[in-house]
């Protein structure tokens, strides 16, 4: 298949219902080319086991994932409490088995209620995170011990719906948590296995929602891709849409377009943060921000 310019595709924003298996550059490469275009990135990685939303930038749009990623989410998960593993979720290789059976409902709650709130959170030795420039899990798979720095995270919410027993001496907690960006659902059954003395790992997660967007709206790469090259659809966010979606819209003149597209300043509205510049007609020209008695571009959005 020919690869077609990317200023031929519509710009905007895919809600992916990642599957299971995936990684999140195996869904980038999926866009890639079920589009045949080559800029696609995506705001925020799940791990190959996880399901569930992840936003993908096409053209343009990829200027707004640095400021889509770091947005609350949201995860449904299933905690297994009795065995401690080398990734912390079920994809790595069980290290200890301790009997969970002696532990009751309300020590289970307990233990999670601990979780929530401002916590100082280590990462998984696997996880994403780069040490001296190189992923902490290329560093374990080569061989070497990997200890992180905890790290700032606050857990909003931890809903436990369901304890379960699914044999004697394991007990599974189906949880629905609302934390910060960078918050490891993993170490949270880590943390909370470790403090019932028993260990703990992560059987089942997926995300439902990251900031304003949810899965609910989300397709599978192919079809969000078909929903882009049909200009809508399921799965699909046009990029004045998507900005608008994510920052309060600021309507602006046609002059003032002009000015800020030539990176010129334009009056302030006195509001905080960041603001969708939309010209007439619906292009989105800028993200804007006060700075003092005018706004400037944060991040301009040239006319194709």
Request: proline fraction near 6%.
């Amino acid at each position: 298949m020919s690869r077609r310019p990317d200023a031929d595709v519509p710009p905007g924003l895919l809600l992916v219902d990642k599957a299971g298996g995936m990684t999140s550059h195996d869904v980038v490469a999926r866009a890639r080319r079920v589009l045949s275009v080559r800029k696609v990135g995506h705001a925020g990685t799940l791990d190959p086991m996880a399901t569930g939303l992840l936003v993908l930038g096409v053209g343009a749009a990829t200027r707004l994932l640095g400021y889509v990623g770091g947005h609350d989410k949201t995860y449904e998960a299933t905690i297994r409490l009795g065995q401690t593993t080398v990734t912390d979720d079920r994809e790595g290789d069980v290290l200890v088995t301790t009997p969970a059976g002696h532990v009751d409902d309300d020590a289970v709650r307990a233990a999670l209620a601990a979780q929530t709130g401002p916590l100082q959170q280590v990462p998984s030795s696997v996880s994403a995170v780069k040490v001296e420039g190189r992923r902490s899990y290329d560093r374990v798979r080569a061989g070497e011990a990997v200890e992180l720095a905890a790290r700032s995270v606050t857990v909003h919410r931890l809903d436990v719906h369901r304890i379960g027993r699914p044999a004697p001496d394991l007990v599974d907690v189906d949880v629905t948590v609302s934390c910060t960006a960078g918050t490891y659902i993993r170490a949270i059954a880590r943390d909370a296995g470790a403090a019932l003395g028993v260990g703990g790992h992560l059987t089942a997660l997926r995300r439902t929602a990251s900031g304003p967007f949810s899965v609910e709206h989300a397709a599978p790469v192919e079809e969000a891709g078909a929903a882009l090259a049909a200009g809508g659809g399921e799965g699909f966010l046009p990029l004045t849409r998507a900005a608008t979606t994510v920052f309060p819209a600021r309507s602006v003149t046609a002059e003032e377009s002009r000015a800020l597209g030539y990176g010129q300043r334009i009056p302030a509205t006195g509001a905080a943060g960041l603001h969708a510049a939309v010209a007439p007609g619906g292009r989105l020209v800028a993200l804007l921000e006060d700075a003092g008695p005018t706004a400037r571009v944060a991040v301009g959005f040239p006319a194709a």
